[in-house]
Every structure is written in structure tokens, then in C-alpha cells.
């Protein structure tokens, strides 16, 4: 069996707050039975400086980067376009208060 790593994946909203709004159910229960399933670690909108897009980062624990983006691949905020733009990273936490829960 493969080992699962964590990605960090980075959200940059479009600006279409309205349907943000609209499709912020959906996402957010989608994102759920991910949690649900260990997929999602951690997930949250990010502060943005003035005149800078809305972001979320993602904590995906996944196979590789192409199988975090395929497991993020249904969400609403995606299918609905939402998402302007992702980028993700894989992670390697080495200290710190939740590093053997990550682990």
C-alpha cells in the first residue's frame, strides 16, 4: 500500500461572491465527507490583504498531488467555477504541536 503524504492546496476564489455564497453549502458539505473519510485534515478561508483575491487553504492527505487534485475534483466550489485557481504542494511537517497527529 502506498503511503498517504499531506498537500496543501490553495484556493484563489473568483470574484463572484454571490454565487460563492450560493454554492457555500454544498461545498462545505462535500468537503465534510471528505473530513469524514480522513481525506481532509484541515480546510478554512485565509485572511486576504486589500485588493487581493479570497483564498482557502486545504490540508489533504492524498497519494500524490494529481490524487489530491482528483479527490478535490467534485467539489461544487470547483465544478461551479468558483475556484479561479489552485495551487498545491505536498507538505512535510517536521515539529510542532499537532505533528504526531499528522503523522
Same mark, same amino acid.
Given at each position: 500500500?502506498?503511503?498517504?503524504?499531506?498537500?496543501?492546496?490553495?484556493?484563489?476564489?473568483?470574484?463572484?461572491? #454571490?454565487?460563492?455564497?450560493?454554492?457555500?453549502?454544498?461545498?462545505?458539505?462535500?468537503?465534510?465527507?471528505?473530513?469524514?473519510? &480522513?481525506?481532509?485534515?484541515?480546510? &478554512?478561508?485565509?485572511?486576504?490583504?486589500?485588493?487581493?483575491?479570497?483564498?482557502?487553504?486545504?490540508?489533504?492527505?492524498?497519494?500524490? #498531488?494529481?490524487?489530491?487534485?482528483?479527490?478535490?475534483?467534485?467539489?461544487?466550489?470547483?465544478?461551479?467555477?468558483?475556484?479561479?485557481?489552485?495551487?498545491?504542494?505536498?507538505?512535510?511537517?517536521?515539529? &510542532?504541536?499537532?505533528?504526531?497527529?499528522? #503523522?
Amino acid at each position: 500500500m502506498t503511503s498517504m503524504s499531506l498537500f496543501t492546496v490553495w484556493y484563489t476564489y473568483s470574484d463572484d461572491t #454571490a454565487l460563492r455564497d450560493t454554492v457555500r453549502p454544498d461545498h462545505r458539505a462535500f468537503l465534510g465527507e471528505l473530513a469524514a473519510e &480522513g481525506t481532509i485534515v484541515l480546510s &478554512g478561508p485565509v485572511s486576504s490583504p486589500e485588493g487581493a483575491p479570497a483564498a482557502a487553504l486545504l490540508l489533504v492527505r492524498a497519494e500524490s #498531488a494529481d490524487d489530491a487534485l482528483a479527490r478535490l475534483a467534485n467539489d461544487p466550489f470547483q465544478v461551479n467555477s468558483v475556484v479561479a485557481h489552485m495551487d498545491v504542494r505536498e507538505w512535510t511537517p517536521v515539529l &510542532g504541536d499537532l505533528f504526531d497527529a499528522l #503523522a
